[in-house]
């Protein structure tokens, strides 16, 4: 008997510019989805390419790509391989045309995705990709690579922190909505240490003298922010229109009380 679909499970799709980028800022909020019965997928959209400075870019790209597997599979997740080099990723028809064919074929009830403003414009990039993608997932004349039917279901998408937790003008941006990952911390530490070429890369390239231990500290920032955790991610809700009715928030309906809502944010946002 086909499912209905109140008794499908919830769909997370949690994507971003490069691998390690979803352990740093999303891992905790995926795996607590997962606890709560979500079907969950991790995509890089770009392959890690230029995160080497001793090896060739085909070389630290399947290396990379068997990390990022490794880190979906200790996840539970579904795993997606990369579409284009590191700075590949630009706001063009033929690369959004293949993000949006992936979008139609997963089907996600909550998209997490790159902050709108971040340091570097592979994070904002993707992020703009994986926006408008899943703005035309209804759209049959967007036709996309390879073809894939027109969706029409509701996602919501929920935007993660920028690294260090500020734009590119070094503005600190604050959450809109915290989850609590103090009782995943360590799954997601294991996950963000199967990138072992990063975090050579990383201590020498941005002076990370930690590489987990920066991931840990962003994480107790955040959780300062909400003035509640300990451990916490920080996300901010996309615009309704085009993708859901205006009050779904399928993200606190399934965390619960693990995911707290800013409401003095939320008030802000008519200001």
């Not at 963000?192 to 990370?208: C, E, I, P, S, Y």
Request: proline residues 6%; aromatic residues 8%.
């Amino acid at each position: 008997m086909k499912k209905s679909a109140s008794s499908r499970k919830p769909v997370v799709l949690a994507a971003a510019a490069h691998p390690d980028d979803i352990e740093f800022g999303m891992a905790g909020t995926l795996l607590l989805l997962k606890r709560s019965g979500a079907v969950i997928h991790m995509w890089n959209l770009a392959n890690g390419s230029c995160g080497t400075d001793s090896l060739s870019p085909p070389r630290i790209a399947r290396i990379r790509q068997q990390e990022a597997h490794d880190s979906a599979k200790l996840a539970g997740a579904v795993f997606h391989p990369p579409l284009v080099n590191d700075f590949g990723l630009f706001f063009e028809p033929k690369l959004m045309s293949r993000v949006a064919a992936v979008i139609r074929e997963i089907r996600p009830d909550i998209l997490l995705l790159p902050s709108p403003q971040d340091y570097m414009e592979d994070h904002q990039n993707a992020c703009r990709l994986l926006a408008a993608a899943a703005f035309v997932r209804g759209m049959r004349n967007f036709k996309t690579r390879p073809s894939r039917p027109a969706w029409g279901g509701e996602t919501v998408l929920y935007h993660c922190m920028p690294h260090q937790l500020r734009d590119s003008l070094r503005q600190l941006v604050r959450a809109g909505q915290y989850v609590d990952v103090g009782p995943v911390l360590g799954q997601k530490t294991d996950m963000l240490a199967k990138h072992r070429t990063q975090k050579v890369w990383l201590d020498k390239n941005q002076g990370m003298d930690s590489y987990l231990d920066e991931m840990k500290n962003m994480a107790r920032k955040v959780g300062q922010m909400s003035g509640r955790f300990e451990f916490a991610e920080g996300w901010r809700r996309h615009n309704h229109l085009g993708y859901s009715a205006a009050d779904r928030d399928p993200m606190s309906v399934i965390l619960k009380n693990r995911c707290w809502t800013d409401r003095a944010y939320e008030e802000s946002l008519d200001e």
